[in-house]
């Protein structure tokens, strides 16, 4: 069992996944853990069984919980629950010191969000109406063409020209899609045109905030090297990506605690 050094443990509880960050000292990533189960299940408990677990050590010796994401309030373990702007701009900030602009495209919201030198949220704009230009956008159409969330970039790579998906509508999207289908247009093809409709969706919204360089983004969608491409040339910007993108929000949560612990300790 470790016993040094003070942990400070952030739990995003998001729409769709669970996603966990311990830290030591509020400078050392110490685990992070993910469940594809978000609100209203036990992937926030999971999350956090599985931190303790990687870091060896036991719920006595957290010094601080803190909670983020959509279902925060649903985690009363928590010390505190903080908006995930909060958290992602922080946790943004932490990998990405300087940044001045996060896109953060979840499972059924898309933010842009407008950072301070110091990590703290300045400005934003938030798609929580549509599904398009979400992550619920790509799952959908995944399901169409039989392939998951984490397959879409690798197919769009392989495109040979990009099949424009003109609805902004999902539902009507979806149907449009299987016309595509049935007229024979090729998968990747159109895989390579949905991974472009959400980046134009979101791009404008970024757009409306306005871009300020550094960019980054967060949340699942920033795995899909599809969307951060066609987001990057929409923009005319480089997009920074880290293998953490989808746990910027548990690490700000982590580092807002280990920040407040030490204010009033
Ligand atoms: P939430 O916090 O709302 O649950 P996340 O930020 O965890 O959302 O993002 C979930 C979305 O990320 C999914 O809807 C899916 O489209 C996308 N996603 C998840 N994993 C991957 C992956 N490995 N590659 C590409 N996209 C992914």
Known sequence: MKDEGMYSLGIDIGSTTSKGALLADGNRIVATAL?????GTDGPE???????RASDLDEGQIGVTVSTGYGRTLYPEAHYRVSELTCHALGAHFIFPGIRTLIDIGGQDAKVISLDGAGRMSNFQMNDKCAAGT?????VMAGILQLRAGDLAGEAALAESICPISSTCTVFAESEVISHLAQG???KDLVAG????VATRTG?????VGVTPPLAMSGGVALNEGVRGALSR???VEILFSPLAQFFGGLGAALYGYQTYNKEN
């Open 185 to 187: 247009v090729n998968r």
């Open 234 to 236: 929409y923009l005319g």
């Open 135 to 139: 992550g619920r956008f790509l799952d």
């Open 46 to 52: 999971e999350v956090v069984k599985e931190l303790l």
């Open 204 to 208: 404008s919204l970024a757009k409306r």
């Open 35 to 39: 469940r594809n189960a978000g609100i």
């Open 194 to 197: 949905i991974c472009e409709s």
